[in-house]
């Protein structure tokens, strides 16, 4: 009789290049001989996979906590990433949870577990941050579209309000040779996209003499990858020549998204970014005259302690000259051993919320605006297998939202699209 396979589950919060390490260590799983199944399934393992960017993050971990454990009562419950390097004796506390991996012990889960017979005795498998400096290479798979390849990791910067250098230590990367190496890989499985994903993706090199220029460089040579995605790059880090590089490939697509923080300098200087708003909005119209139709999405904290009415409204004033295509738009989240945490002038939640509110209304009207002037245009679209009614649906280089007719021969593949007509404020209908 065939022995049943063990089942395990990943529950992932936070950015993408958490994403990719969640699929890495669940690849590591499946060597072992696990059998992946879903997080709203029964299974033997639980591995969530943090983040502590925000309260709401900490409180979402605790929450798929207690939904494992009251799913499954009897199966192991880990947690990695950097909630768990940030608070690891906090995690260990909470009932149901068997092990808490920091940074440097999480790709190690898998043979943890497997050279255990029953739970492990020892909990906490944690270290000082500042001795880490190995790279762990990542990469998602199972999306027949696009996968996301981790290029760096950890930062230097050490913004005002920002816990990420203390949850994955400083900026490191791998040789460029080995991440061509995975582009490589990922193409060898008929995936045609790769979003480049880092902490601070910009500032690749720091541990291998390299640059981000050369990286991209290299990767545009690999074949079977038709598309290269910027995750997210830093204003000061977008130099000419990345963007020049950008606006002739044929490979990397006019789609850049670059965190502003704050249209206020006063903000800007005490969030301790490395950068006045005179440089992002140079560096957005550089773009633009190289790149006429590029998407730029922006990050934007809102309440943060001591931004006044009159910061806010010169701010707004700021993104609205600017036109970015999107927001991301987050309430400032108050996190322990940040000097941002103990700033005079906390903002009152109500008025972050309103605040919120008028920067969301702001980015739905020029995310619309950004939709609208491509009606008529023919553009590229990679059209992912997801199905809606009738529809089926994909992204355009310059990252519009396409809604064509149902075929199912078009998943996964690019097609020339006629963007015909902008849809209730969701995507553009297309004809193939």
Do not use: W
Not at 240 to 264: R, T, Y
């Amino acid at each position: 009789m065939t022995e049943q396979k063990k089942r395990v589950a990943f529950y992932t919060l936070g950015c993408k290049l958490n994403f990719s390490e969640t699929s890495t260590i669940a690849r590591q799983f499946t060597e072992l001989g696990y059998e992946r199944v879903s997080a709203d399934s029964e299974a033997d393992v639980y591995v969530i996979n943090t983040c502590s960017v925000t309260e709401h993050a900490d409180k979402k971990c605790r929450q798929a906590i207690r939904k494992f454990t009251g799913k499954s009562p009897n199966a192991l419950v880990a947690v990695v990433g950097c909630y768990a390097q940030l608070k690891p004796d906090e995690i260990a506390q909470i009932e149901g949870v068997d092990l808490v991996l920091g940074t440097a012990d999480k790709f190690n889960l898998p043979h943890l577990i497997q050279n255990n017979t029953r739970k492990p005795q020892e909990k906490v498998y944690s270290c000082d941050i500042d001795t880490i400096t190995d790279f762990f290479p990542a990469y998602s798979t199972g999306d027949r579209t696009r996968s996301f390849l981790k290029v760096q990791d950890g930062c230097d910067y050490h913004c005002s309000y920002c816990t990420i250098p203390l949850a994955r230590g400083r900026s490191r990367n791998m040789p460029i040779r080995e991440i061509v190496e995975q582009a490589k890989a990922i193409a060898r499985q008929n995936v045609t996209e790769i979003i480049l994903t880092g902490v601070n993706t910009g500032d690749f090199g720091k541990s291998t003499g390299e640059t981000f220029l050369e990286l991209i460089r290299e990767l545009d040579r690999v074949e079977g990858i038709e598309r290269y995605r910027i995750s997210s790059i830093e204003p000061n880090l977008v130099t000419p020549e990345i963007v020049d590089f950008v606006a002739q490939s044929v490979k990397f697509l006019p789609h850049f998204h670059i965190p502003l923080q704050s249209g206020s300098n006063r903000i800007l200087a005490l969030m301790r970014r490395r950068y006045k708003r005179e440089l992002f909005a140079e560096r957005i119209e550089l773009i633009r005259s190289r790149m006429p139709d590029a998407f730029v999405g922006v990050d934007v904290i809102v309440g943060f302690p001591g931004e006044t009415d009159e910061d806010f409204e010169d701010a707004f004033g700021f993104i609205e000259r600017v036109k970015p295509s999107f927001l991301h738009i987050f309430p400032y989240s108050e996190r322990p051993n940040t000097p941002a945490a103990e700033f005079d002038g906390k903002v009152n939640p109500r008025i972050a919320k309103q605040r919120v509110a008028q920067l969301t209304e702001l980015s739905d009207r020029l995310h619309m605006e950004f939709y609208r002037k491509h009606v008529g245009q023919t553009r590229p679209v990679l059209i992912e297998s997801t199905r809606k009614g009738d529809l089926m649906f994909g992204f355009t280089d310059n990252y519009i939202k396409v809604a064509v007719a149902y075929n199912k021969n078009l998943a996964g593949k690019i097609v020339s699209v006629e963007l015909k007509d902008f849809q209730n404020g969701e995507f553009i209908l297309g004809t193939v």
